[in-house]
Nanobody
Framework: QLQLVESGGGLVQPGGSLRLSCAAS????????IGWFRQAPGKERERVSC???????YYADSVKGRFTISSANAENTVYLQMNSLKPEDTAVYYC??????????????????WGQGTQVTVSS
């Protein structure tokens, strides 16, 4: 069984921080690209960040400089550190994985496996 489980969401005040975790089971993330996405009510799904099988990292302009994606290979887990949070960051955040040949430097357009999502609410 292939599973991705997000955790770490919650309610935070503007300017605060959260760290989201994406734990994989049933497969190794070593040969996958990993993406973080978010979906807010009434808005299109947005790719927040991704890391390719070759370790190249990309961020959406809306989060660049505030969010950081990282990996803990021994734990088969990917993290999204979110700082300086804004109300417009409020959304359900999903992680997703896509098999990818090694050393690819671009994130894929489509993803095969998705987590259940974790709610992030930024509000006073």
């Amino acid at each position: 069984q292939l599973q991705l489980v997000e955790s770490g969401g919650g309610l935070v005040q503007p300017g605060g921080s959260l760290r989201l975790s994406c734990a994989a089971s049933g497969f190794t993330l070593d040969y996958h690209a990993i993406g973080w996405f978010r979906q807010a009510p009434g808005k299109e799904r947005e790719r927040v960040s991704c890391t390719s099988s070759g370790g190249r990292i990309y961020y959406a302009d809306s989060v660049k400089g505030r969010f950081t994606i990282s990996s803990a290979n021994a734990e088969n887990t990917v993290y999204l550190q979110m700082n300086s949070l804004k109300p417009e960051d409020t959304a359900v955040y999903y992680c997703a994985a896509a098999p990818q040949h090694p050393y690819i430097i671009y994130c894929p357009r489509s993803y095969d496996y998705w987590g259940q999502g974790t709610q992030v609410t930024v509000s006073s």
